[in-house]
């Protein structure tokens, strides 16, 4: 089987089939994982978020970045990122990826995490954190947890709590 998928930037109108695809690719529990206390009273990095579509099908995939601290370093999760459960294995997950990267890159992001699955992400360049150097909001596999440089050595800056940046702010002001 192949896809002809285009990519586009997400609009308003897309919204509900998103859900429906995050809800398809992961079921209705994934609002418990721990990279959702990252998106809770944040937002979607403009110009990162993005959907593969195929005519005759309609939304194939999808992706967003979400701006965090990494300790007291600014960086971007990765993710949700969903391919539907019909369209795997045919290359949109990596193109996603790829476009979304290469346009993080361009906005002058330098280090970006996710929680997934190693052998995936390794693909596109992501490594595992080295154990304790970060500590995320809520339990993760320590294998899980991956980053990518954007920027050369931005990582080794990198040490304490994974926040959004709304409990990053409210954390800064509560220690001076
Ligand atoms: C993970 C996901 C985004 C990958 O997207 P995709 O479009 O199917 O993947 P691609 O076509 O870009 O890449 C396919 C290749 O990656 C491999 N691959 C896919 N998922 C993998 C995984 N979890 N671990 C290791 N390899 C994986 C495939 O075996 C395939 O390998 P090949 O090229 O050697 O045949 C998609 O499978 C998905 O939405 N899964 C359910 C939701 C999910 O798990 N999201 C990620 C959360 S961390």
């Known amino acids: 089987m192949t896809s002809t998928f285009a990519l586009a930037d997400v609009t308003p109108g897309h919204a509900k089939s998103i859900?429906?695809?995050?809800?398809?690719?992961f079921g209705l529990s994934r609002r418990t994982k721990t990279s959702y206390r990252l998106r809770e009273g944040n937002t979607?990095?403009?110009?990162?978020?993005?959907?593969?579509a195929e005519h005759g099908f309609g939304l194939v995939?999808?992706?967003?970045f979400w701006p965090i601290f990494a300790g007291n370093?600014?960086?971007l999760l990765l993710g949700p990122?969903?391919?539907?459960?019909?369209?795997?294995?045919?290359?949109?997950g990596l193109a996603l990826m790829r476009e979304g990267l290469s346009r993080a890159k361009s906005q002058g992001h330098r280090i970006v995490l996710l929680v997934g699955d190693e052998p995936y992400y390794a693909r596109v360049g992501f490594a595992r954190i080295p154990d304790g150097k970060l500590l995320m909001p809520g339990p993760v596999d320590p294998k899980r947890l991956l980053f990518l440089e954007l920027a050369p050595e931005c990582l080794a800056a990198a040490?304490?709590?994974v926040l959004p940046p709304h409990r990053?702010?409210?954390l800064a002001r509560a220690r001076s």
Do not use: F
């Open 19 to 25: 859900e429906h695809l995050l809800d398809l690719s």
């Open 44 to 52: 979607a990095v403009p110009g990162l978020s993005l959907v593969a």
């Open 61 to 64: 995939g999808c992706i967003s």
């Open 73 to 75: 370093v600014p960086a």
């Open 81 to 92: 990122i969903a391919v539907h459960p019909q369209r795997q294995n045919l290359g949109i």
């Open 159 to 161: 040490k304490g709590l």
């Open 168 to 170: 990053h702010a409210a």
